[in-house]
Nanobody
Framework: QVQLVESGGGSVQAGGSLRLSCAAS????????MGWFRQAPGKEREGVAA???????TVADSVKGRFTISQDTAKNTVYLQMNSLNPEDTALYYC??????????????????WGQGTQVTVSS
């Protein structure tokens, strides 16, 4: 059973930074993607960034240049470094794991396992 535990959310002022962490356990396949998604009230859940088991990263245009995804395979942990935050980044952020390959790493339909979410609130 794959388990994902997020941490690092909080409240910051516009222009500030946060780093989210996602500790993963329970998966044994060597080909996978780990992704970060977010959902604001009344909006669809959207893909923010993803990293594959080969280290290749994908970042949504809306956060490109501000957000960076990385992973520490020894710790089975994925990080989302968020800089230059603005109020539009306020959302519940989820970590997700998808096993296998995909051509759409920011599509939520690929991911079968989800964390409980961590809230990010950015004030102006």
């Amino acid at each position: 059973q794959v388990q994902l535990v997020e941490s690092g959310g909080g409240s910051v002022q516009a222009g500030g930074s946060l780093r989210l962490s996602c500790a993963a356990s329970g998966y044994t396949r060597t080909t996978y993607y780990m992704g970060w998604f977010r959902q604001a009230p009344g909006k669809e859940r959207e893909g923010v960034a993803a990293v594959g088991s080969d280290g290749r990263t994908t970042v949504a245009d809306s956060v490109k240049g501000r957000f960076t995804i990385s992973q520490d395979t020894a710790k089975n942990t994925v990080y989302l470094q968020m800089n230059s935050l603005n109020p539009e980044d306020t959302a519940l952020y989820y970590c997700a794991a998808g096993l296998g390959k995909t051509s759409w790493p920011l599509s939520r339909y690929f991911y079968a396992y989800w964390g409980q979410g961590t809230q990010v609130t950015v004030s102006s």
